[in-house]
């Protein structure tokens, strides 16, 4: 065996054998990644399906976050500020139209987003819906926390000048409706009937992508393959 081909053949068993590193510690961080979103899974159902509390306060919201308030039950009494009402586009299981999101005044004169529901794009009029729109007098809500869903949607930014919203971007929204003093998230309202029918709440989708396994899998496998490798060239190199 010459000397050039047996340093090629020590090169590519050293890097073979870094690759397999390189893929069982990827395949590892997929499995943390697996357990934690499983772990996550686990904490959301329950907030979904606990008994709601009230909604943070003006004191409360600089905690308020992903990992543990998203998609809590809460409730919230106020004013509908209709005036300041935006539509959102959005596309359910009952087709493409809007998301009616709302202020609602609260007693401390701060307010928060709600996010009435889903009205098809044929009664995104409000003059559609004048029985829901026209209610008046204090109203309790109660529905799931939501954070902000910041810069619009894929390919499609927010346009706040011509009240073109694509994502509940809750800052732009009520900088937008001048509102001063505003939670930084929104509540999807449940499935309790709106008056005339619309908006039609209870929509919201807790579903959670969870490919970890199949992640650590593939790392798994192309670390077998690379020590397969490297032991058919150290074997070579050998005889």
Do not use: C
Not at 44 to 66: I, M, N
Not at 79 to 87: G, I, M, R, S
Not at 93 to 110: I, K, N, S, Y
Not at 157 to 172: E, I, K, Q
Request: proline share 6%; hydrophobic share 50%; aromatic share 8%.
């Amino acid at each position: 065996m010459s000397e050039p081909s047996a340093r090629a053949r020590r090169l590519l068993t050293g890097f073979l054998l870094v690759l397999v590193a390189v893929f069982l510690a990827l395949g590892t961080w997929q499995v943390q990644r697996l357990f934690w979103k499983l772990d996550l899974i686990a904490r959301v159902e329950s907030r979904v399906h606990a008994d709601a509390v009230p909604a943070p306060a003006r004191a409360e919201w600089p905690a308020v976050s992903r990992e543990k308030d998203e998609y809590r039950r809460v409730t919230a009494t106020g004013l509908f500020q209709h005036d300041k009402t935006v539509l959102v586009q959005a596309v359910t299981e009952r087709g493409a139209g809007f998301w009616v999101l709302t202020p609602l005044l609260l007693p401390d004169e701060t307010a928060v987003l709600v996010n009435r529901g889903f009205v098809p794009a044929d009664r995104r009029d409000p003059a559609a819906r004048v029985a829901s729109e026209l209610a008046a007098g204090p109203v309790t809500v109660t529905g799931l926390l939501r954070l902000s869903e910041p810069g619009g949607a894929f390919l499609r930014a927010n346009d706040p000048a011509a009240d073109r919203w694509f994502s509940r971007d809750v800052a732009a929204i009520t900088a937008a409706k001048g509102l001063s003093g505003a939670a930084p998230y929104f509540i999807d309202a449940d499935a309790t009937p709106n008056p005339g029918g619309l908006p039609v709440g209870g929509l919201t989708v807790v579903a959670f992508r969870n490919s970890h396994l199949v992640y650590a899998l593939t790392w798994y496998a192309l670390a077998a393959m690379s020590a397969a490798g490297a032991w058919a060239v150290h074997r070579r190199r050998l005889g």
